[in-house]
């Protein structure tokens, strides 16, 4: 029984595995010259690696938004004396815009960033942008296809392209026109940068494709979380065309916004002319009507018997007036408002005078949706989700400017009646007015509303135009974009102390998958080290 025990131990024992690690240190350091052979071998790879790929820059920038939430900035004092400033725009939503596709599109078109030009070199490629001693015009480049080809300079005004195989596909001068099917293009060349023998490969991109590539190396975010400052960074090859996409793409914006409040202003503008020109007509007609009472009556100058009770009249009739003048503007605005021979979503009139503020700010923030969603239509259709939404919000808060409307209409109504009622207590006492002068200031009263509402839908006009010209840019460089002194990429002293790391693991890595591989018994030693039991002998 204890032989059998024995044996049982003997057999467990074998099958244990064991590792040896001084044994193993004493192998590695056997096999010193497999590690001078792979730290030299992954040194190297790692410095080809490094110096094969093309260096990559962060053009960074700050630039500070104008909110009026977080800090006004730019805006002139005469936009605010004449209500003419529009606040609550949030800078969230400006980054947004910011990094819009379509914003992205519009600077790629203008650059011309969808052709890239590249030189070839022995160890990596240098990319060119204004330094190339080509350039490429394409008479429609919306036609374009992604297509890859070299231009060679053959002499002064001589060039060969080629395509991708390197197959010659035209020989010419410049400026000669290359037909590539649905568009045609010709090679410019830059006298001062053209060098005999040079070969560049042209990347022709469609704008949409290059527009995507900027928007994913384009990163925008605020700055601080109460602020109104947001860093935007582009990676880019070249340095150069990074600077000049980042000042091109801040300027659009601008260039963008200032168009949006323009549209407003001139929808204003047009609402009052439209006004204007039905309010002249009436005014006409009044004037008529005085003209043809003074010849009916035979008056030529009206004076009044009971001066002393008309000046006590004469505070309660501009009141009147006032308000008379105010409910006319809400009304038109009512009329447009429910005007149904236009779109559905229309941009309404703003900054009329009105006194009541909630209804101001209910058309200020319509309009902006209304914006908001012309944007989006340009990019998505009408069955969009998102565009779906944002008219589901406009229907609603265009409900609320028809309660808002005829909630203000109900309150001047009411004040105009109290008014009416103290001049109607003031006319009681001019019992010895000629019934001539009261139909004759019934007239004028009219009259002089209605050109009181001319003058004002004049001055309103003035003050759009203006508008128009005089509002400042939404967004001020604060710190112009640099692309720093050094590439962000590729990271060399990362690539070469990995490439060091890996010439030490890549020799301890086979050596120890050899050594678990091993199964011979060399001598007694490593038989003693796995089994406990006693040796009776060698052969």
């Known amino acids: 029984m204890k032989m059998i025990n024995q044996d049982n131990n003997l057999l467990q024992t074998e099958e244990e595995e064991y590792f040896d690690l001084k044994t193993f240190f004493y192998k590695i350091l056997a096999r010193w010259w497999w590690f001078a052979i792979s730290i030299p071998l992954c040194a190297l790879i790692a410095l080809y690696i490094c110096f094969s790929s093309t260096p990559e820059y962060k053009v960074e920038a700050k ?60 160890l990596r490629e240098e990319k060119l942008y204004k330094d190339s001693p080509f350039r490429m015009l394409v008479d429609l480049p919306e036609n374009i ?63 949409g494709k290059a527009a995507t590539d900027f928007h994913k190396r384009l990163e925008i975010s605020l700055l601080e979380k109460n602020a109104s400052a947001v860093g935007v960074s582009l990676k880019e090859t070249n340095p150069g065309k990074g600077v000049d996409f980042l000042y091109t793409m801040i300027r659009r914006y601008n260039q963008n916004g200032i168009e949006d409040k323009q549209l407003v202003s001139e929808k204003t503008v047009e609402f009052i002319n439209e006004r204007l020109r039905v309010i002249n007509q009436e005014l006409g007609d009044i004037e008529n009507s005085a003209e043809t009472f003074k010849k009916t009556n035979q008056l030529t100058n009206l004076t009044s018997d009971a001066a002393l009770a008309m000046e006590q009249k004469k505070a309660t009739d501009a009141e009147l007036l006032k308000l008379g003048t105010e409910m006319d503007v809400v009304k038109s605005v009512r009329a447009y408002l429910e005007d149904r021979r236009g779109e559905e979503f229309r941009i309404l009139p703003e900054q009329l005078g009105l006194t009541d503020e909630s209804l101001n700010s209910g058309i200020s923030k319509y309009n902006e949706m209304i914006l908001r969603r012309g944007k989006l239509l340009q990019s998505a259709r009408e069955s969009n989700p998102i565009v779906l939404g944002l008219e589901a919000q406009l229907r609603d808060l265009k409900s609320s400017i028809r309660s808002a409307i005829a909630n203000v209409e109900n309150g001047l109504d009411i004040k105009i009646k109290s008014l009416e009622r103290e001049s109607q207590q003031v006319e009681d006492k001019l019992t010895s007015v000629p019934t001539q002068e009261k139909q004759y200031r019934s007239i004028a009263r009219e009259q002089e509303l209605k050109e009181n509402l001319f003058l004002f839908l004049m001055q309103k006009r003035e003050e759009a135009e203006i508008a128009k010209l005089m509002y400042v840019p939404m967004a001020k460089i604060i710190e112009n974009p640099d692309p720093g002194e050094h590439p962000v990429a590729p990271r060399k002293m990362l690539i070469l102390l990995f490439g060091m790391f890996m010439g030490v693991v890549l020799p301890v890595g086979i050596m120890f998958v050899a050594d678990m591989l091993d199964t011979k018994v060399r001598n007694a030693d490593e038989v003693g080290k796995v089994v406990n039991a006693p040796l009776l002998g060698t052969l």
Do not use: C, H, W
């Open 145 to 207: 296809k992604d297509t890859t080809f070299y231009v060679i300079a053959k002499g002064a005004d001589k060039i060969e392209v080629l395509d991708a195989d390197k197959n010659v596909m035209f020989e010419g001068n410049f400026s000669q026109a290359i037909s590539m099917g649905d568009y045609r293009m010709t090679v410019e060349k830059s006298d001062s940068l053209l060098q005999v023998g040079d070969e560049i490969r042209v990347d022709l991109l469609t704008y």
């Open 63 to 122: 630039v500070m938004i104008s909110d009026s939430k977080k800090g006004e900035v730019g805006i002139n004092p005469m936009l605010k004396e004449l209500g003419l400033f529009q606040g609550t725009m949030m800078v969230e939503n400006e980054i947004v815009e910011l990094k819009s596709k379509n914003l992205i599109l519009d600077v790629v078109k203008e650059l011309e960033l969808n052709v890239d030009y590249t030189r070839e070199k022995v």
